[in-house]
C-alpha cells in the first residue's frame, strides 16, 4: 500500500513538473487560436463552427483519429531528430532531406529482396532508411568538424539534393511503369502492418513512440548522451573534460539523420508501401517547428506532433463542412511556432494575468 | 547638501534568497565610495537595484534629494547614473569611437552619421578625464583593460555624474589596474562620484573615500578609509581574521612528477607563444608561475592539459611521454586541472552540481555502467559525500552550478579535479573573483594536495598566492622561463624586474 502511495505521489509530481514545463506552450496554443478567431472573424466565417468541425475531424471519429495520428507520426521523427542534434549544439534543419532519402532507401530495400520473411525484411528495409538518413548527417558533420562549414546551410542545402536526386531516381532508373514519378511497391513482406483500418496508421507510429523514450533515455541515462548534451551546452568545458567534442557532433549528426531517415521508411513501409515523389508535404520542417512547439523534450514531441497532426486532418474536414480555407491552418500552424518562440510575451502575460489575480 | 545618492531599506528578495535586508546607503557627491563584500553579500543586486536592473521589494531611493522610482536603466542613465558591468557591453567588431556614440549618435541633418564630430566629440572627452585610447581600433583588437576605459568613456559620453563600476578589476592585470586607478582619481578630481564595487580589500582601501562593507545581504558598517586597515576591513567582511600563511610540511619526494622539455606552440594568430619551455615539477611540490598575463601562461597550460597542440618539445608525466595525449588520456594519467576561465572552460553552467562533478569520469565506473548507462545512485551518493566535504552551498545536487556564487562554483570544479586522485593539478588563476573565505579554502585545499604528494603547477596574476604557496617560483616572460627563484632566497624587487623583462643577478 504504501509503496503504491509513493509510486502516485511521484506520478504526481511529476505530472506535475511536467505542466509547469509545458505552461508556456499551451498558452501560446491557445493563443494561437485565439488569433486564428480573430481572423477568421475577419474573413466573415464563424470560428466556432470552424474549429468544432476542425475538432470533430480530427478526434470525431476513427478515420479522422487514423488520419491525426498517421499525419503525426513522421512529424515525430523529424523533430526527435532535430532535437537531438540540438542537444549536441546543432541546427539540422536538414530532416526534410534525410527523410526523403531514407524513404527511397527504404523503398529500395522493400523491393530488392522478394523472399525473405517480414521478421528480416522489415527490419532491414527500416535500417537502409536509417543508414540513408544518417548518411545524410554524416556528410554536413564532417563538412562542419573538418572545413567549418555551418551545418545550418550544408543541411539545408543538402535537403534539395535529396529532393531531387530522388526524384531523378524515381523519374528514370526506379521509375515504374505508367505516369507517375515513383518505384513499384515494395514486397509484401517488407509492408509494416496497418494498426486502424481502412486508415493508413500503421505501426512506425510505435516505433516513433519508441525512439522518443530512446531518445530520452540516451540522453538523461548515458554516459554518451551526457557528452552530447556537454558538448551541447559549453563545447570548450566539454573539451576540457576530456570528451571529444567533434566526435560527439559528428555521432549527434549521424543519429539525428538516421531517426529522420528511419521517419522516412515509415512512410514508405507502412503509408504509402512505394517511394512517391513528393510524398512528403514538408515533414521536416514541420519536425523543426514541432521540436519548439514541444519544449525540446521527447514527450512534449509527441503532443506537439498530434497536434499538428490534428491540424492537418481536421484541417480538411473543416474545408470541406464550412468552406473555410485550408489555409487558416497554416496561419495557425504558423501563430502556434510564432508565439512558443516568444516566451517573453507568454511570460509577461501570465505576469500580468497573475497580478490581476 | 544633499547626497548623490541615498537608498533607504532597501530589501530585495529572490526565491529562497535575501539578498538585500533593509540596507541603507548614502554616497555623497564626489566621492570613491567602495562597497566591500564577498561574492553573494548582496552588492551586485543592491547596485542592479540603484542601476534600474531589479526593482526592490521595498526602500526608496533618493538622487540627489530627490525620491525617484528607478524603473529601468534609462531612468537611471537620464538621473546621471551609469554602470560598468563585470561583463562589457560592447560591439567587437566597431571601432572604439562607434562603441561609445552607440545610442547617441550624433547626426549630420538628422539622418546621415557626423564621424568627424563624434571623433572630435570623443577626443575631448578622452582628453578631459586623460583617458588615452586609439579611437579607430576595433574593439576586439583591444586588450581587456582598454575595453574596459571604451566602457567608462561610453557612459561619460552620456554624461554621466555618478559611475558604478562593478568589480572592475577582477578581468585586468596589476598594470592595467593601476591604470584604472589613475583614472578613478582623475574622475573624482573632475567631480565625478564613484561607486566601487569589489571584493579586494588593498583595493578598496587604497582607492575609496569610504567604505561601505556589506555581509550576507546586510550593512556591516561604512568606514573612512583613512580610519582603517586591512584587518580591520577583513574582520568586517568575515567575521573573523584571515590566515594569510600557510603551513606546509617540509617536502618530502624528489620525485620528478611533471617534465618538460623545449616545449613550444602558437597561439590563437599562429605566433609563436611558447618559445622553448624547461621546467621540473616533484612530488609534494607547488611550482607556481608568475608573470604579467599574456606572457604564454594561457598557452602553457593549454598545451599541458592537451587542449592546444605542441608544435616542438616534449610533456613527461612520471617518464611517460604524453606530448602527444588526448585531453582525456592526460585525465586518465592523472593530471586534474583547474582552469582559468571557470564559466568558459571549468563547468557547464546549465548542468546540475552533480552532472559537473562527475564530468571527465562520467563515462567510467562508477558512475557508468556497462553499455554506458549513468548509475544515478553511484553519482548521487558520490555528490552528496563531495558537496559535504568541500562545504558547497547548494540546495540540491539537481541545481544548476549557473545559480551558484563565483565561490561555489570554485568549489565545485575543485572537488571534481582533487576527488580524481590526481599526480599532477594545474591550478590557473584559482581564485581569481573569489572572496576571502574562498580563497582561503582554495588555497588551503592546493597546499593539502601537495602536502599528500601531489604536484602542484600554480599559474597565477596575484603575486601575493605565488609567495604564499609556492615551493619554487618560476617567472614567464614573452614565451619563456626568465628564472626560476626559491621564494626564501628571492625579493619582491626582484621578481618585478624578471617580470619586465629584466635580467638579475
Redesign the interface.
Known amino acids: 500500500m504504501e509503496a503504491q502511495g509513493v509510486a502516485t505521489s511521484k506520478i504526481r509530481s511529476w505530472l506535475k513538473s511536467g505542466l509547469e514545463r509545458a505552461y508556456p506552450q499551451i498558452i501560446a496554443i491557445l493563443l494561437a487560436f485565439l488569433v486564428g478567431a480573430v481572423v477568421l472573424v475577419a474573413t466573415g466565417h464563424s470560428p466556432q463552427d470552424a474549429y468544432i468541425a476542425m475538432l470533430s475531424g480530427a478526434f470525431g471519429d476513427k478515420y479522422g483519429i487514423g488520419q491525426t495520428f498517421t499525419q503525426a507520426t513522421p512529424i515525430i521523427f523529424t523533430a526527435l531528430a532535430f532535437l537531438f542534434a540540438f542537444k549536441c549544439g546543432l541546427f539540422n534543419i536538414g530532416a526534410e532531406g534525410q527523410l526523403i532519402v531514407g524513404a527511397l532507401a527504404a523503398a529500395l530495400a522493400g523491393i530488392s529482396f522478394g523472399d525473405v520473411p517480414a521478421f528480416i525484411h522489415i527490419p532491414m528495409a527500416l535500417l537502409a532508411g536509417a543508414l540513408a538518413g544518417g548518411l545524410w548527417g554524416l556528410m554536413p558533420a564532417i563538412l562542419k568538424t573538418r572545413l567549418g562549414a555551418h551545418e545550418v546551410i550544408t543541411t539545408m542545402m543538402l535537403s534539395y539534393v535529396a529532393t531531387y536526386l530522388t526524384s531523378y531516381m524515381v523519374n528514370y532508373p526506379f521509375k515504374a511503369p505508367g505516369w507517375v514519378a515513383q518505384t513499384v511497391p515494395i514486397a509484401a513482406s517488407a509492408e509494416l502492418p496497418r494498426i486502424l483500418s481502412p486508415t493508413q496508421l500503421s505501426a512506425s507510429i510505435f516505433i516513433a513512440v519508441a525512439f522518443a523514450g530512446l531518445i530520452f533515455y540516451c540522453l538523461q541515462r548515458t554516459a554518451f548522451g551526457y557528452a552530447v548534451r556537454a558538448t551541447g551546452l559549453n563545447p570548450p568545458a566539454a573539451e576540457s573534460g576530456g570528451i571529444n567534442v567533434k566526435r560527439e557532433m559528428i555521432l549527434a549528426l549521424v543519429i539525428s539523420g538516421a531517426i529522420a531517415g528511419l521517419g522516412g521508411a515509415g512512410e514508405v513501409l507502412g503509408v504509402h508501401r512505394r517511394f512517391i515523389d513528393g510524398f512528403s508535404p514538408g515533414y521536416g520542417w514541420d519536425g523543426l517547428a514541432v521540436a519548439l512547439v514541444g519544449g525540446l523534450h521527447p514527450i512534449g514531441v509527441i503532443l506537439a506532433a498530434i497536434l499538428f497532426g490534428a491540424l492537418r486532418s481536421g484541417g480538411m474536414t473543416m474545408t470541406r463542412a464550412t468552406g473555410v480555407p485550408l489555409d487558416i491552418v497554416t496561419i495557425l500552424q504558423a501563430l502556434v511556432v510564432l508565439f512558443v518562440t516568444a516566451p517573453m510575451l507568454i511570460r509577461y502575460l501570465v505576469r500580468r494575468g497573475r497580478y490581476r489575480g | 547638501m544633499n547626497p548623490a545618492i541615498q537608498m533607504k531599506a532597501i530589501t530585495k528578495t529572490f526565491p529562497g534568497v535575501l539578498a538585500n535586508d533593509k540596507i541603507d546607503f548614502v554616497v555623497e557627491k564626489g566621492e570613491t565610495h567602495g562597497l566591500l563584500g564577498e561574492n553573494g553579500a548582496g552588492k551586485t543586486v543592491l547596485m542592479s537595484v540603484l542601476y534600474g536592473l531589479y526593482q526592490p521589494d521595498e526602500g526608496q531611493i533618493y538622487v540627489n534629494g530627490k525620491e525617484v522610482k528607478m524603473d529601468s536603466p534609462a531612468t537611471a542613465i537620464r538621473l546621471g547614473i551609469g554602470m560598468v558591468h563585470q561583463h562589457f557591453m560592447l560591439v567587437p567588431s566597431l571601432t572604439v569611437a562607434e562603441n561609445i556614440i552607440l545610442g547617441r549618435e550624433p547626426a549630420k541633418d538628422k539622418v546621415l552619421l557626423d564621424m568627424d564630430r563624434t571623433l572630435r566629440e570623443v577626443k575631448a572627452s578622452c582628453e578631459r578625464y586623460n583617458l588615452e585610447v586609439d579611437l579607430k581600433a576595433a574593439i576586439y583588437a583591444l586588450p581587456v583593460g582598454l575595453q574596459q576605459r571604451v566602457e567608462i568613456l561610453k557612459i561619460l559620453y552620456r554624461g554621466t555624474d555618478i559611475l558604478i563600476l562593478d568589480e572592475p578589476t577582477s578581468v585586468l592585470t596589476p598594470q592595467e589596474v593601476s591604470e584604472l586607478f589613475k583614472a578613478v582619481r582623475a574622475l573624482k578630481e573632475q567631480g565625478k562620484t564613484v561607486i566601487f564595487i569589489s571584493h579586494k580589500l588593498r583595493e578598496v582601501l587604497s582607492i575609496c573615500d569610504k567604505i561601505t562593507v556589506l555581509k550576507r545581504g546586510k550593512v556591516v558598517g561604512t568606514v573612512r578609509g583613512k580610519d582603517t586597515n586591512l584587518g580591520e576591513l577583513a574582520k568586517m567582511m568575515v567575521g573573523r581574521e584571515v590566515i594569510y600563511k600557510f603551513d606546509k610540511r617540509p617536502m618530502d619526494g624528489r620525485e620528478v612528477v611533471l617534465k618538460v622539455e623545449g616545449l613550444k606552440a602558437l597561439d590563437e594568430r599562429g605566433l609563436p607563444a611558447l618559445k622553448g619551455i624547461d621546467f621540473e615539477i616533484c612530488a609534494s611540490e607547488i611550482l607556481g608561475i608568475a608573470g604579467v598575463e599574456g606572457n604564454g601562461q594561457t598557452e602553457l597550460v593549454e598545451t599541458l ?1 592537451g ?1 592546444r597542440k605542441a608544435t616542438e618539445g616534449k610533456i613527461l608525466l612520471n617518464n611517460t611521454d604524453i606530448t602527444r595525449a ?3 588520456e ?3 594519467s592523472g593530471i586534474s ?1 583547474v ?1 582559468e576561465d571557470r564559466y ?8 546540475s552540481v552533480m ?1 559537473n562533478l ?3 569520469s ?2 567510467r565506473p562508477p ?2 555502467k556497462w ?4 548509475d ?1 545512485g553511484e553519482t548521487s551518493k558520490y555528490t552528496q559525500k563531495l558537496i559535504n566535504d568541500f562545504s558547497i552551498k547548494t540546495q540540491s545536487e539537481d541545481t544548476p552550478t549557473r545559480h551558484l556564487s563565483g565561490g561555489t562554483q570554485q568549489r565545485v570544479i575543485l572537488a571534481r579535479e582533487i576527488s580524481r586522485e590526481p599526480k599532477l593539478i594545474i591550478a590557473s588563476q584559482p581564485t581569481r573573483g573569489l572572496d576571502v573565505g574562498a580563497t582561503e579554502f582554495v588555497r588551503s585545499k592546493l597546499v593539502e594536495m601537495r602536502d599528500h604528494g601531489c604536484a602542484v603547477l600554480l599559474v597565477s596574476a596575484d603575486l601575493d598566492e605565488i609567495w604564499a604557496l609556492s615551493d619554487r617560483i618560476a617567472v614567464m616572460y614573452e614565451g619563456k622561463i626568465a628564472a626560476i627563484r626559491d621564494p626564501q632566497k628571492t625579493t619582491e624587487e626582484e621578481l618585478g624586474l624578471l617580470m619586465a623583462g629584466g635580467k638579475s643577478g
Not at chain 2, 344 to 351: A, N, Q, V, W
Not at chain 2, 371 to 374: C, E, I
Open positions: 592539459t587542449l588526448s585531453p582525456y592526460r585525465i586518465r586541472h582552469p568558459k572552460r571549468g563547468l557547464i553552467s546549465d548542468f552532472e562527475i564530468l571527465g562520467h563515462n558512475f557508468a553499455g554506458g548507462r549513468l544515478l
